[in-house]
C-alpha cells in the first residue's frame, strides 16, 4: 500500500484504531436550540466514517447550560440525561463503519455572548472586554469548582452512551485555555500566577472526569502548542503543558494552535502551506510519550503520510479536509487520491457558521445535508444530456449526470477544464485550486463523461445529439461599464485576461478597479510580478463584505507591495495617462497608471443562455449562467440542479 503509515493500525490508551486519519473537531450547528445531537449532525458523521476515518472527534459540546453556550448557535451540550440518548445513536452508528468517537468538551468562557446565556456576562479568569465587546465576569473559586462538576458530568454522560472517549478542549482561547495562558489570566489567587497556578483548572476537571470514568476509559486533551500572540504561550510553553498534562494520565495530546485573537493561525485561509506549524506538533512529539495528534493544514494523503513518517505525530489530524471530501480517507487507501476534492482554504465554512447559517463547504455541495443526497435517482438510461461550460458548476452537473447514467457530453470552449478556476489559481499561494480542479477533473474522466475541449457548443453541435436536456453552465464575463469614457481603451485590461497571462503587465504601474477577492488577488499577482499597485474600491473600505479572516490574509499578501488604496472613490474616467476617480466629495481624483485593472465583477453570459433557451425545452441554468457567485454557489447549483433533473 502507497500510504504505509497513515493506513497502519493505531492505539490510544487501550483503544485501537484502525487507521492513522483523525477527524478533529469542528463546532457543526446542527443541534436542536437545547443542544440535543439531530438525526442531521449523525448522518454528517456517518459519512466520513463511512469515508474511511479512523477517530472521529465531534465538535465542541458544552457542559454548561448556565454560561457556557454559544459561540455559535445550534451548538452540542452535554449537560444532562436528555443529550446521552442522540449521543448513543451517534457512537453506535459510527462504531458500524469501525470508526472510534470521541466527544470534546468546552466551557467557551470569554469566547461566547450574553444572549446566548440569558443575559448572563460571559466568564473568564479576569475581568476583561471580549472582542463582541462585553465585560467578562471573574470567575470567583466556587463558581470555578461548579464548572470543574460540570465538565465531570459531562464526561459522565459522554461514557454512558458508548462513545469512546472524552476529549478536554484546552485551547483556542476558551476557557480552560484562558486560565492556562498569561495573556488572559490576570488572577493573583492558586488559580494564577505561576505554570502550576494557570494549571490549577484544567488539572482539577481531568482528575474529576478520570475518577468519574475510571483509570482505562480513553481521557485527552487539545492544547494550542503555541498561541502565536505576544504575552501568550510560545512553543517552549506548549512542550510544558504537554509534558505536564501527560504526567497527569491524558491518554493523548491533541496539538492545535492560537488562541482566538489569532484564530488564522487554527483556521487558516488559503495563503498558508500544508504544513507550515509542524514544529510546534513535532517539539511536542519529542518531548511526551502518550500519543499525539496534530492538525497540519494537510490537504494531500502524500503530506499526510509524510508528517508521520517525519515523527510530527502518530495520528494526522484533518479537519476541513473531512468537509470537503468524506472519502478522503477512503480514496487514499483505495489509490484514488486523484479523485479526492481538496479544500482549498477558502472558509466558507467558518464563515457560514460564524454567521449563524447552516454550515457549507465550497467544494462539496452535500455537506452539513447529506440525508438529501441519499438517493440518488439512477434514471438517466443513457439519454444525452449537454452540459455548456466546464466550469467547477458544469464539472459538478456532469459528474451528477453522468453517475445517474445520462449520456453527458460536456462542451468546453476553452482548451482546458476548470473555468475560473483556471484562473483564480494563478496568484502565489494558490496551489490549492489547482489540486481542487485536479480532482475535479479526474472525477470528470472517471464519471465517463465525453469532455469536448475547444468546443464551442455551437446550436448546430447541440441540435446534432437528440438531446433530452441542456445544462447551461457557461460562466460569466467581465463588467466593463460601457458609460465610462475611456473604458475601451487599449490600456485597460480584465483579470481574465491578465491572469491567464494574455495580457502581460509585469513591472507596470497599475491601478486596480474594485477590491473584491478577485481584485485583491490579482492585485497580489501583479505586486509579485513587480508592478506598482493602486486600488480603487467605491464602497467605504477595501474589501468591504469579504470574510474577515480572508480578508486579512490576502491585505497580508499586499503589504509587501506597499499598494495605495483608494476606498470610497469611484471610476469616472480612463485616459491615455491613468485614471480618474470621484471621491464622496463629488472631488475629482487623478491617479496615474499605466494599465487599469478591471476588477468590478462579473455577467452571465447572455448570448449563450439565450441561445440555448430559444431551441431546447429542458434548459437548466447553472451558477453564473443566473448570477454573479462564488465557487461555493456554482458547485451547490451544479449538483442540486442535476440531482434532481428530469427529463
Ligand atoms: C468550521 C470549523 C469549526 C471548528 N470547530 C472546532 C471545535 O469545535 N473544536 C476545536 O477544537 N477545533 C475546532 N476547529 C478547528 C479544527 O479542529 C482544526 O484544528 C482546524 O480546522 C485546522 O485543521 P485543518 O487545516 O485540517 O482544517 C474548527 C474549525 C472549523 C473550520
Ligand atoms: S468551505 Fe472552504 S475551507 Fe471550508 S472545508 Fe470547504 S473548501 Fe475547505
Known amino acids: 500500500m502507497k500510504f504505509q503509515k497513515l493506513f497502519q493500525r493505531g492505539k490510544i490508551g487501550n483503544l485501537d484504531i484502525k487507521n492513522r486519519i483523525v477527524m478533529t473537531s469542528m463546532v457543526p450547528a446542527m443541534g436542536t436550540a437545547n443542544g440535543e445531537i439531530t438525526d442531521e449532525y449523525i448522518r454528517y458523521y456517518e459519512e466520513r466514517a463511512k469515508g474511511g476515518t479512523g477517530l472521529i472527534i465531534t465538535g465542541a ?13 445550534h451548538s452540542v451540550a452535554v449537560t444532562n440525561r436528555n443529550h446521552q440518548k442522540p449521543m448513543e445513536k451517534l457512537a453506535r452508528v459510527l462504531h458500524k463503519y469501525d470508526t472510534k468517537v470521541f466527544m470534546q468538551l468546552v466551557h467557551p468562557g470569554k469566547e461566547t455572548h450574553s444572549i446566548f446565556n440569558d443575559g448572563k456576562a460571559p466568564v473568564a479568569p479576569s475581568a476583561i472586554m471580549t472582542r463582541h465587546g462585553e465585560m467578562t465576569h471573574a470567575l470567583t473559586v466556587e463558581e470555578i469548582k461548579a464548572i470543574v462538576k460540570k465538565f465531570v458530568n459531562g464526561a459522565v454522560l459522554v461514557k454512558a452512551a458508548g462513545v469512546d472517549g472524552v476529549e478536554i478542549h484546552g485551547a483556542h482561547g ?5 486560565f492556562m495562558t498569561p495573556l488572559f489570566n490576570k488572577r493573583e489567587d492558586e488559580y494564577g500566577g505561576s505554570f502550576e497556578n494557570r494549571m490549577r483548572f484544567i488539572t482539577e476537571v481531568y482528575q474529576g472526569i478520570r475518577q468519574a470514568v475510571g483509570e482505562h476509559y480513553p481521557v485527552g486533551v487539545r492544547i494550542s502548542g503555541d498561541e502565536f500572540i505576544e504575552g501568550g504561550n510560545t512553543t517552549e510553553d506548549g512542550v510544558k503543558i504537554a509534558k505536564y498534562m501527560e504526567e497527569l494520565g491524558v491518554d493523548w495530546i491533541n496539538v492545535t ?7 488564522h493561525f487554527n483556521r487558516e485561509p488559503a495563503s498558508f502551506q500544508q504544513g507550515w506549524k509542524k514544529n510546534v506538533a513535532k517539539s511536542i512529539k519529542a518531548a511526551v510519550n502518550v500519543p499525539v ?6 490537504k494531500k494523503p502524500d503530506f499526510a503520510e509524510s508528517m508521520l513518517q517525519e515523527g510530527v505525530c502518530d495520528f494526522i489530524g484533518l479537519a476541513r479536509g473531512q468537509l470537503a471530501d468524506p472519502f478522503w480517507a477512503n480514496k487514499a487507501k483505495s ?6 476534492r481538496t479544500c482549498i482554504s477558502c472558509l466558507v465554512c467558518f464563515e457560514e457558521l460564524a454567521s449563524g447559517r447552516h454550515m457549507k463547504c465550497s467544494v462539496n455541495p452535500k455537506m452539513g445535508r447529506e440525508a438529501e443526497f441519499d438517493h440518488l435517482n439512477k434514471n438517466g438510461n443513457n439519454q444525452p444530456v449537454a452540459v455548456v461550460g466546464g466550469g467547477p458548476g458544469g464539472m459538478e452537473a456532469a459528474v451528477v449526470l453522468a453517475k445517474r447514467g445520462f449520456d453527458v457530453t460536456l462542451f468546453e470552449k476553452s482548451e482546458q477544464l476548470g473555468g475560473q478556476l483556471n484562473y483564480a489559481n494563478k496568484p502565489p499561494l494558490k496551489e490549492k485550486i489547482t489540486w481542487l480542479m485536479e480532482g475535479m477533473i479526474a ?3 472517471k464519471a465517463g463523461v465525453k469532455v469536448k475541449l475547444n468546443t464551442e457548443a455551437t446550436l448546430e453541435e447541440l441540435k446534432a445529439l437528440n438531446l433530452v436536456g441542456v445544462f447551461v453552465c457557461c460562466g460569466s464575463d467581465p463588467i466593463r461599464p460601457g458609460a465610462i469614457e475611456g473604458i475601451f481603451n487599449d490600456n485597460v485590461y480584465t483579470v481574465p485576461e491578465v491572469l491567464s497571462g494574455k495580457k502581460v503587465l509585469d513591472g507596470k504601474d497599475v491601478v486596480v478597479i474594485g477590491s473584491g477577492l478577485a481584485g485583491l488577488e490579482t492585485a497580489v499577482y501583479l505586486g509579485d510580478k513587480g508592478c506598482t499597485l493602486s486600488i480603487v474600491e467605491m464602497k467605504d473600505a477595501i474589501g468591504e463584505g469579504i470574510f474577515i479572516t480572508v480578508l486579512q490574509d490576502v491585505l497580508r499578501e499586499l503589504e509587501p507591495y506597499s499598494p495605495k488604496m483608494y476606498p470610497k472613490h469611484k471610476l469616472s474616467k480612463v485616459t491615455k495617462e491613468g485614471v480618474e476617480v470621484t471621491d464622496e466629495k463629488g472631488e475629482v481624483v487623478t491617479i496615474k497608471a499605466e494599465a487599469v485593472l478591471l476588477a468590478m465583477g462579473v455577467k452571465p453570459r447572455k448570448e449563450v443562455v439565450e441561445m440555448v433557451q430559444s431551441n431546447f425545452d429542458n434548459v437548466v441554468l447553472v451558477g453564473d449562467s443566473i448570477k454573479d457567485g462564488r465557487i461555493v454557489d456554482a458547485t451547490r447549483d451544479g449538483c442540486t440542479k442535476a440531482w434532481v433533473f428530469e427529463v
Open 61 to 73: 459540546a458544552s457542559i454548561d447550560d448556565e454560561t457556557g453556550r454559544g459561540g455559535v448557535t
Open 174 to 178: 476558551y476557557l480552560l485555555n484562558e
Open 257 to 263: 494552535v492560537g488562541v482566538q485573537e489569532t484564530s
Open 293 to 298: 495528534i496534530a492538525v497540519n493544514t494537510i
Open 335 to 340: 489509490g484514488n487520491e486523484d479523485e479526492i
Open 443 to 445: 472525477q470528470v474522466k
